[in-house]
């Protein structure tokens, strides 16, 4: 009985030193090395505005200089070999919370949360299995302190998330590093990328050219940097209110620090809502997309030449996956395969910070309704999303050791339909519907 009092003391005290906001993957009991801490220390108060160099920069004429400088903004006292953004010295940067439950919940090495896997041959001619992509992304101090105020009431233990805070000022960066199993063997361009250890689901048949899926057993195995996501809230962006951008990590180009081989593929401020697949068949691009190069793969990243990176579902593009972002959420991240562009459409609207999807269009249901009780904008967040998402599912704070069979039941649960207020809340899915 002593021990047993004693163990929840000590579970209490854990509790109150770190804010109960996630129910993580934990390390195994003879694991040795680095184990993901997350930044949940939100700002309590605005950030003073510091400098924002891209907004100097007009990002429709001068995409790779907009993109330069908040790389630079960035890597600013960051530990690039650790990732450890509660650490810069310069400002402090901070993780979505409840990124923790299900197949694609975050692993306990660094952090990674499970993202859309590549197909073979979709990274060039030499990829001919499929590989999984992991990422973690996190936000500035700006978009942090956001984060606190929609989770205190979760930290505070007095309610639910408070999404009346949203949305995200002006100012708010937020930052997604994408890694790959895949090596330079399949794709050249990885030659001599930053690496890391992620415990991400194993291939049971080493010859079979498909990805496990999430509910197999995870493994620590080497993990190497492909892809930077970045996303600003930029005020000229005046119908959407953001600016998405994403990097390549390009091994072929000359130097020692593999932090300055990541290049811009472009940038994306808008939907280009007029450009259907029938214009693009006619030769027509977008033009609220600069697309800067395709690094050789081939093809285009993202839907009608749209900007996109290329572990992305090509069915779609950057600004337009996000979008989707509601709570509830009702409507899938893509659209359906195969559907004919007066269905497709609706997710290649400008939608504003505060308008939600609504209902995903079908013969009987027109595209932007809305149901009742009205969906919540996230303004633009999946991470948000899915936070959500789990924490409605599973808002117990304390971590839970599952057994193998108690872990699968936990992580095929991810994807379930089920309703929140009368209101379904669809799986948050990148693969896509196929």
């Known amino acids: 009985m002593l021990l047993r009092v004693l163990f929840l003391t000590l579970m209490l005290s854990c509790a109150s030193h770190a804010a109960p906001l996630d129910r993580m993957e934990q390390a195994p009991s003879d694991w040795g090395g680095k184990v993901f801490n997350p930044s949940y220390a939100f700002p309590t108060t605005a950030p003073v505005a510091g400098p924002r160099p891209w907004e ?5 004429t001068d995409a790779t200089a907009y993109m330069d400088a908040i790389l630079v903004y960035l890597f600013e006292g960051q530990h690039r070999s650790t990732w450890d953004v509660a650490a810069n010295p310069v400002r402090k ?5 409840w990124m923790g439950p299900g197949g694609n919940g975050r692993e306990f090495i660094n952090g990674l949360t499970r993202e859309r896997s590549s197909r073979p041959g979709e990274l060039g001619p030499s990829h001919i299995f499929c590989r999984q992509n992991w990422a973690v992304g996190f936000y500035n ?11 205190a009431p979760v930290i505070n233990e007095t309610g639910k998330p408070d999404l009346s805070v949203l949305p995200f000022p002006v100012g708010t960066v937020v930052a997604k ?4 199993e895949a090596d330079a063997t399949e794709v050249p361009l990885l030659a001599g990328a930053p690496e890391v250890q992620g415990n991400i689901n194993e291939r049971s048949n080493p010859t079979d050219p498909d990805c496990p899926a999430n509910t197999e057993p995870r493994a620590p195995a080497t993990l190497r940097l492909l892809q930077l996501d970045v996303a600003v809230r930029d005020a000229r962006a005046a119908e959407t209110g953001w600016v998405f951008g994403t990097f390549v990590y390009d091994g072929r180009l000359s130097g020692s620090d593999p932090w300055a081989k ?6 994306m401020w808008g939907n280009d809502p007029a450009l259907s697949d029938s214009e693009v068949t006619q030769g027509k691009m977008p033009i609220e997309s600069l697309v800067l190069s395709d690094f050789g793969f081939g093809r285009t990243f993202g839907r009608g030449g749209r900007m996109n990176g290329p572990v992305d579902n090509p069915a779609s593009a950057c600004l337009s996956c996000h979008m989707t972002a509601q709570w509830p959420n009702p409507a899938p991240v893509t659209p359906p395969s195969g559907a004919a562009w007066d269905r497709v459409g609706c997710w290649f609207r400008n939608l504003g910070p505060t308008t939600p999807f609504g209902t995903p269009p079908s013969s009987s249901v027109p595209c932007g309704t809305i149901p009742s009780p009205t969906p919540t904008s996230l303004d633009f967040s999946l991470q948000l999303a899915v936070g959500l998402r789990n924490y409605e599912r599973e808002p117990q704070p304390f971590a839970t ?3 193998v069979d108690e872990l699968k ?10 309703q929140v207020d009368g209101v379904d809340s669809v799986p948050i899915d990148r693969e896509g519907l196929e």
Do not use: Q
């Not at 940067?93 to 919370?97: D, E, I, R």
């Open 177 to 180: 590093l994408l890694y790959t």
């Open 401 to 403: 050791t599952f057994s």
């Open 93 to 97: 940067w901070y993780h979505g919370p």
């Open 141 to 151: 101090d700006t978009g942090g302190f956001t984060l606190g105020r929609i989770w």
């Open 262 to 267: 990541l290049k811009p593929v472009g940038v």
């Open 56 to 60: 100097t920069v007009d990002f429709k």
């Open 409 to 418: 039941t936990a992580r095929e649960s991810d994807k379930v339909t089920f």
